[in-house]
Nanobody, 114 residues
């Protein structure tokens, strides 16, 4: 299983970014896909989940600002982040759990300046 993220960068508060994660080695359409983030000195936290059924779940801190979507043809999950805030600054990770094993991407840095 391989997860490769892209799309991070530096943006001003109020701006937008779209993260992408391309998955290989799994039957993508059958797996729930997640985005996590980890800020310096803090624990990794779940940001958003999109199930294979299409249902979604968001952390309270990002609800209404972030949107998770997936393209089962491209084996890609996206995280559209709008109205970014300095507290969104973190390394963002793509995640999938398959047969009880957690797989992570390498992470992509998102920095939001005030």
């Amino acid at each position: 299983v391989q997860l490769v993220e892209s799309g991070g960068g530096l943006v001003k508060a109020g701006g937008s970014l779209r993260l992408s994660c391309v998955a290989s080695g799994i039957l993508f359409s059958f797996n729930a896909m997640d985005w996590y983030r980890q800020a310096p000195g803090k624990q990794r936290e779940l940001v958003a989940t999109r199930a294979s059924s299409g249902s979604t779940n968001y952390a309270a801190s990002v609800k209404g600002r972030f949107t998770i979507s997936r393209d089962n043809v491209k084996n890609t999950v996206y995280l559209q982040m709008d109205n970014l805030k300095p507290e969104d600054t973190a390394v963002y990770y793509c995640h999938v759990r398959r047969t009880g094993v957690d797989y992570w991407g390498q992470g992509t840095q998102v920095t939001v300046s005030s």
